[in-house]
């Protein structure tokens, strides 16, 4: 199940120039099933990242990071990332950054660079050791088989209770010269991305300076994968990966241009798409929410008062029974911790039905006009606190009965 | 459903000299269920009460804390204390305010008391106009049924979605005096009380002066009230108040006594029995966890790991599977925000049970062991930070399918 199921999935997805990728089936958590990707990269590319807060990050997550802080200090750069399922590598101390690091020497053995030059990422059940053994057998296929053209078995390698692949592609013009991107995510459960989601990879051939990539990932993710949340679970693995191939014809070296602007506005564009599609594929969700809350002192209250509505159980299951029981909102709102909040000056719309007026019941509310919007399959929750100017969105998806299926057989 | 359904029910719930208490049937969501409960106090009694944080408080709430206020500053004791079901009377503005104050103004003309020497209580739906006139119209029948022994009753006019009512009473000897205590408890859903639960009102018959019952409200609300989450949602509606009466033989004026110990501890055990009581009927509730949460730096650090845990959707669908899935705890306490928690001195328990060892899998786990704790109906999970010295204990429930089927249809 997925809000307006199935949700369009590009079939057009185009090889970006100076990025190749294998997959291969494991057998990690189940045979049969693509569970391991590898994404080799030209000698020209830069890659950055961000990545969970959550303080169990796994050992990939803690690689990757060592890895990417050294290539700042002057190493190798990057050659290739590697990403299995089934298995998070996460809770499993020092044994989990042995076996991660024994995966990264394998695949640097295979392509003749340094194990410093992989960045592993991983996502599945925590706690458990990674089969590290299957991992490494199933190296030399996804190396043999590098295409470039491999974008949509690269989604459908990652997944794990996603539904549908998520994936798009865009080629834009920026001062003349065309550049083709692409890019990947996952993830439907365990999203509360603080930093980035769970996974999601997005490339593209423009040559691109490391610090300048760093502050380009840094943008995109604050406007697409950190704005969304489907159970306010902030997983252990969240990692959003932004590489420039560095094989097109453009060039930005700095953050004070009109390229950097445009080529900010374009990974943006397609990382809020990646990231919605993850909203849209949430565990059982079956209606996209979209919370925007204006007026606030600063972003971060903004962003408090709508985490608060988008993590409640109770609004999250009135949006899946379509119920306008809109003071479930109002009470999010007022326990979302901004303590000196005036609720008399406080609005509340749903889409373009004004809800609640100064604090209370506005008096022209009805409810069949609630209800009206309540049975879409999208909303637009707007809130307006009246203090500055500051605002925040945030997407989010219902509660159903669904989720609780998918979550309570998870690993069965 | 409940947690060990049926829960058992006191049927010794003891009259508490210097308090009657009366019901009606006045129809306000729905016909033939009592909703009105007023109790009505001795001249001798104080009143103290803790109330929800949340910015929407609701209208009763805001007058029953000003009336409470004047009090304290010299104004009548309270006479009576009046609860209505079927409607919150919160998101409703200086309307809902006006109304709150028509029914106390009703009351105390039954009563022939002053309107101040009410304190009003709702609980309900959020943002809908409170039928007032119903109330009105109910009042005389509840004011003439009043009796002593009709704590049972009460227990029945407060409950909303809950299966079944709250209640206990207690009879301890403090100082060669024997002090009777009885109390009711509502609230399945809705509930992370901050400063209350939903609704609890306790009362005894000994004499306290009103700053050392002020003092007794917190120490006991603090160590249950505020101890218990359901679903994190704060509602506006919570409020926890202690009644002493004054017709017994215990006086207690200070709290530097061992009178006043004795009264603390079991006016805390009785609090601690209905706050759990909330949890055991929690919407959905299959099973009772209790959360603990050792060796932090203080305590405010171990509630909001406790908590972190107690609000996973992750964590608790994988209680209510029964499933050992219990990576889940360690992602839930990396996310808590304790932001220098150091994860390899981080130990987990399952009852008697060693999950995590230094922050990875124990290596004596087995998943034999996690799996016959998780299909227990009550479980305990341990958790030391190994930081300090302080630690915090939380009670909540499972996320089960009845969870959400009870929030979506909650206003048909």
Redesign the interface.
């Known amino acids: 199940m997925a809000v307006n199921s199935p949700l369009p999935v590009a079939t057009d997805l185009k090889p970006v120039a100076g990025i190749e990728i294998g997959f291969a089936e494991a057998g990690i958590k189940k045979p049969n099933r693509k569970d391991v990707l590898v994404l080799t990269l030209a000698p020209t590319a830069t890659v950055s990242g961000v990545f969970t807060?959550?303080?169990?990050?796994a050992a990939p997550v803690q690689i990757a990071k060592a890895h990417l802080a050294a290539v700042r200090d002057g190493a190798k750069p990057i050659r290739a990332l590697m990403v299995n399922t089934g298995n998070?590598n996460?809770?499993?101390?020092?044994?989990?950054l042995a076996l991660a690091n024994e995966s990264c020497a394998a695949l640097a053995g295979l392509l003749g660079c340094e194990a410093g030059q992989i960045l592993p990422f991983s996502t599945g059940?925590?706690?458990?050791?990674l089969p590290v053994g299957k991992i490494v057998a199933a190296l030399p296929q996804a190396v043999a088989d590098q295409r470039a053209d491999s974008w949509f078995n690269a989604a459908e390698a990652i997944m794990t209770t996603d539904t549908q692949p998520k994936a798009a592609s865009r080629m834009v013009d920026i001062a003349g010269h065309s550049v083709t991107m692409s890019g990947i995510s996952k993830g439907a459960?365990?999203i509360?991305p603080?930093m980035a989601t769970m996974l999601g990879f997005l490339a593209f051939d423009a040559k691109v300076a490391q610090p300048v990539l760093d502050a380009l990932v840094k943008h995109a993710a604050d406007r697409s994968f950190n704005c969304i949340t489907i159970?306010?679970?902030?997983?252990?693995n969240d990692s959003f990966m932004l590489i420039a191939t560095g094989a097109g014809t453009l060039v930005v070296d700095s953050v004070d241009t009109p390229e950097y602007a445009a080529l900010a506005a374009a990974v943006t564009e397609l990382s809020l798409f990646l990231a919605q599609s993850i909203v849209r594929d949430g565990e059982g969700a079956t209606k996209f929410i979209t919370i925007t809350v204006e007026g606030g002192k600063d972003v971060e209250e903004c962003r408090k008062v709508a985490y608060s509505i988008g993590?409640?159980?109770?609004v999250k299951?009135?949006f899946?029974?379509s119920?306008p029981?809109?003071?479930?909102i109002?009470?999010?709102?007022?326990?979302?911790g901004?303590?000196d909040?005036d609720?008399?000056k406080l609005n509340l719309y749903l889409d373009d039905v004004w809800?609640?007026k100064?604090?209370?019941?506005n008096p022209d509310y009805k409810e069949e006009d609630g209800q009206r919007v309540m049975s879409q399959s999208e909303i637009t929750v707007r809130v307006k606190l009246a203090r500055g100017a500051a605002e925040a969105t945030v997407y989010t998806c219902d509660?159903?009965?669904e989720?609780?299926?998918i979550?309570?057989?998870?690993?069965?």
Chains 1, 2 share one sequence.
Do not use: Q, W
Request: charged share 20%; with cysteine.
């Open positions: 807060m959550n303080r169990f990050c998070a996460a809770g499993t101390g020092a044994v989990g059940v925590i706690l458990e050791p459960g365990m509360k603080n159970d306010g679970d902030t997983s252990t993590h409640s159980p109770l299951t009135a899946f029974a119920d029981n809109l003071g479930r109002l009470c999010a709102i007022g326990y979302a901004v303590d909040l609720v008399d809800v609640a100064d604090g209370g019941r509660l159903s009965h989720y609780v299926t979550n309570a057989d998870y690993r069965s």
